[in-house]
């Protein structure tokens, strides 16, 4: 699988929001703090994401290679950050390619190195409107925002199932709903999440920054998927990063998953990135 492509078909390199400036946007989004129990290893060469066991599950690897940009050989830069990945007591090490990596024979280089396509994603986005997001999800959905102990408490019990993850403890979950509310109070972060019945379902956040708006963590329990649940906390998430002044909604998806269903509501895809995942032992 070559991660080193673009997609031109649906790519607008003209207007407010270019390719371009798409991944400008995005890059700058990427660069921004996380929460301080992430491990953010960045040089001027390549950077580094550790995540803490409690996040890890079967799509969202420990230890991940999220940009590299380097003229040194790739074998050095290579040993290099597997001394990092290895002193965190890992042994497997996911890096992700895309047409922003260079050296362009990064990826052939992760293939003779062992690494194996794990994982890939498009970067999609959908410029925001007054006049969409307006169709009524069916009459079993119900979408609400989350602001409060239940509501976050529904949402992150689908995280947990659906994502594979370990039960949050009590510290957890207080520890999230104060950055909730702080987030809620800024209008900064938002999180819905969808109800079948009683039964919570889906949910998916997005994050405001100026113009752009991020969509991130969407995910539906499998007994509730070609529902409509998806796509009902999407339109939550577009209508509220329009009220909140965001022009364009830019987000990461799998081309065989969401990236299917956002294109049907006018995403656009804008490159590829695939992640190799090589062993170190």
Sequence with gaps: MTANRRYTSTVRESGPWSTQRILDALASLDEATLGVDVI??????????????????????AAQVI??????????????IAGQVKGWGLDVLHW????????LQTEAFLVARGGVVSDSHQIV??????????????????????????????????????????????????????ET??????SSEFQFVAYVGAQPASTGCCKINGEVGRLYGAVTLREFRSRGCYLAVLSSR???????????????????????????VGFSAHDLASCYR???S
Excluded at 240 to 264: V, W, Y
Aim: overall charge negative; hydrophobic content about 35%; some cysteine.
């Design 278 to 280: 090589v062993s170190l």
């Design 40 to 61: 953010d290893v960045r040089t001027a060469e390549y950077r580094i994401l550790r995540y803490p066991e409690r996040f890890v599950s079967p799509t969202l690897p």
């Design 238 to 264: 577009l209508r509220q990063l329009r009220d909140c002044g965001a022009t364009i909604a830019i987000t990461r998806a799998r081309p065989l998953t969401s990236g299917r269903l956002l294109m049907k």
């Design 96 to 103: 992700w390619v895309s047409s922003a990596t260079r050296p």
């Design 67 to 80: 940009r590299s940009h380097t003229s040194r050989s790739l074998d050095t830069v290579f040993d290099e």
């Design 125 to 178: 986005a959908r410029e925001l409107y007054d006049d969409d997001f307006d169709r009524a999800p069916s009459a079993l959905i119900n979408v609400e925002l989350v602001r409060d102990e239940r509501t976050l408490r529904d949402a992150m019990a689908v995280e947990t199932e659906g994502w594979g993850r370990s039960r949050p403890d009590e510290d957890a979950i207080a520890l999230r709903l104060s």
């Design 181 to 186: 509310l702080d987030n809620f109070e800024t």
